[in-house]
C-alpha cells in the first residue's frame, strides 16, 4: 500500500493494488512522501473512492479530531451492543458529531425533552450507551455538549443495529412505537415496565414490524393458521381490542393494513407485556 496525499491528520489517500483508497487512522500520513509504504496497523477503516465517491468527499470534509473521537466512539460502542458500523453508519456518526461540535461553538442546543423520555424508555441500552459517548467526547474535545446530544446519538447507534437503516427511518419508527404504547397504556390504564424483559422483547418485535412495513417487504416467515387469530380474539379478548386499535393508529399514519399474523403476534406481545411485566 503506497502513500499518495494527506488530507488530514487521520486520513490519507493511498494506492493498493491499482486502487485509490481513503484510509483513517490516527496520524497515518505523518512524516510520509508520495510512494512511501503505508503502516496498515494504524488503519481503522478504509474506502475505495473509485467505489464510493460520496463517502471521500465526505471524508474531505470532516476534521481530523472529529475522525480521531468517532474511532475512539465506534470502538467503544461496538463491543457493548455487539454491532458492527458499516461505512454509511460511520460517516453518518462522524458526520454527527462534527455537526455536533459546531451546534455547540454556536450554542444552539436542539432540546425536546418529551422526544428524551420516549428515546430513553424505548431504547434504554441504546440511550445509557450513548450518553458514554457524549462523555468521551467533552472529554477528548474539552467541549460541553448538551444533554439533548445523548437523544440525537441514540438514534445513530440503535440505527447502526440495522442493516442499512436511515437515522430519519428511525426517527419515524421511534414516534409510531411511542405512539403505540400509549395506547396500550391508555387501554390498560398502567405505565408499562421499560425494565422488564417482555417490554424490551415487544420494542424488538414493534421495530422489526415497522421496518417491514416502512419498506414495504414481506414477512420472511411462513403464514400461520388463519383460525389463531381466532383463538386469540377468545382467548386475549382485551390485547386483540388494543391491537385492532394499533391498527387502526398505524393506518391512520401510514396508511398499512396490518395482515392476520401481524395482528396475532401482537396480541401475543401485549398479553405478554401487560400480564407478566411484574413477574420479570
Request: hydrophobic share 40%; charged share 30%.
Amino acid at each position: 500500500m503506497k502513500f499518495l496525499r494527506t488530507l488530514n491528520n487521520s486520513a490519507a489517500i493511498v494506492e493498493d493494488d491499482g486502487k485509490e483508497e481513503v484510509v483513517l487512522g490516527k496520524g497515518i500520513g505523518f512524516g510520509l512522501k508520495k510512494g512511501d509504504q503505508v503502516d496498515e496497523s494504524k488503519i481503522e477503516r478504509r474506502f475505495i473512492t473509485a467505489d464510493d465517491q460520496e463517502s471521500f468527499d465526505q471524508v474531505k470534509d470532516i476534521s481530523a479530531s472529529t475522525l480521531d473521537v468517532t474511532n475512539k466512539a465506534v470502538k467503544m460502542v461496538e463491543p457493548l451492543l455487539n454491532i458492527k458500523f458499516n461505512d454509511y453508519q460511520y460517516l453518518a456518526l462522524a458526520d454527527h458529531i462534527d455537526f455536533a461540535l459546531t451546534r455547540v461553538k454556536d450554542n444552539i442546543d436542539l432540546s425536546d425533552n418529551n422526544t428524551r423520555w420516549e428515546v430513553k424508555n424505548l431504547f434504554p441500552q441504546e440511550y445509557a450507551i450513548a450518553k458514554k459517548v457524549v462523555k468521551l467526547i467533552n472529554q477528548e474535545l474539552d467541549v460541553e455538549l448538551p444533554e439533548s446530544e445523548s437523544v440525537l446519538m441514540t438514534y445513530h447507534l440503535v440505527n447502526a443495529s440495522s442493516n442499512d437503516s436511515q437515522v430519519q427511518e428511525t426517527v419515524e419508527i421511534t414516534n409510531l412505537i411511542s405512539g403505540v404504547i400509549n395506547i396500550i397504556q391508555l387501554d390498560y390504564q398502567m405505565v408499562l415496565d421499560t425494565e422488564s424483559f417482555n417490554y424490551s422483547r415487544f420494542i424488538t418485535h414493534l421495530r422489526a414490524l415497522l421496518i417491514r412495513l416502512i419498506r414495504d417487504q414481506k414477512a420472511d416467515t411462513e403464514e400461520l393458521d388463519p383460525s389463531l387469530l381466532g383463538f386469540m380474539k377468545i382467548k386475549y379478548n382485551h390485547a386483540y381490542e388494543t391491537a385492532e386499535r394499533i391498527a387502526v393508529y398505524l393506518h391512520s399514519k401510514m396508511g398499512w393494513n396490518l395482515g392476520p399474523d401481524d395482528k396475532f403476534y401482537l396480541v401475543l406481545h401485549i398479553w405478554r407485556v401487560t400480564s407478566r411485566q411484574n413477574k420479570n
